[in-house]
């Protein structure tokens, strides 16, 4: 870790670190999963599927994007690069051939409701590690992921 000034402790700081960069995997295989629902959706609701499943990948962006940056404001590293999102993402495997819309749906719906389900449990960790203004940007996450998850289960029926 970084030399700081931040009054966290640097053992609240390397677990909430730890925390941060688990939660930043699954917002970049997020994000990948839902560019790849993006750019392979096909159907009669293609237009309105592959808008929504590229907003879905700009918002996993953003959220990678809070995340790295508040574990660098806590001094840490930020491992944001595919290679780890691949190493250690728990969102469960996109299947590599769909096409079709609803399949593409129930795909991105699981993995937003591991992510949703990933970041809450990181708002009780951080929170209870005492680090409030990190819970803080997981609940921002959690509420765009949850709005995300309705979306896509919307089309679904």
């Known amino acids: 870790m970084y030399q700081t000034k931040n009054d966290l402790p640097e053992k609240t700081r390397r677990a909430v670190a730890a925390i941060l960069d688990a939660r930043l995997a699954d917002s970049v295989d997020l994000m990948q999963q839902a560019k790849q629902a993006h750019w392979n959706v096909r159907g009669a609701s293609f237009i309105a599927l592959h808008k929504l499943f590229d907003e ?10 809070l995340v790295a940056e508040r574990a660098v404001a806590l001094a840490a590293i930020a491992h944001g690069t595919v290679q780890a999102a691949a190493k250690e993402s728990r969102l469960p495997a996109y299947p590599r051939d769909i096409a079709d819309a609803r399949a593409h ?10 992510y949703a389900a990933g ?3 990181a708002i009780e960790e951080t ?31």
């Open 56 to 65: 879905i990948a700009d918002a996993a962006a953003e959220y990678a994007d």
């Open 127 to 157: 929170d209870r590690l005492g680090d409030k203004a990190t819970a803080d940007v997981f609940t921002e996450i959690a509420r765009g992921a949850d709005k995300y998850l309705w979306l896509v289960e919307a089309h679904l029926g």
């Open 119 to 121: 970041v809450r449990h």
């Open 105 to 114: 749906l129930e795909a991105l719906a699981s993995a937003l409701a591991a």
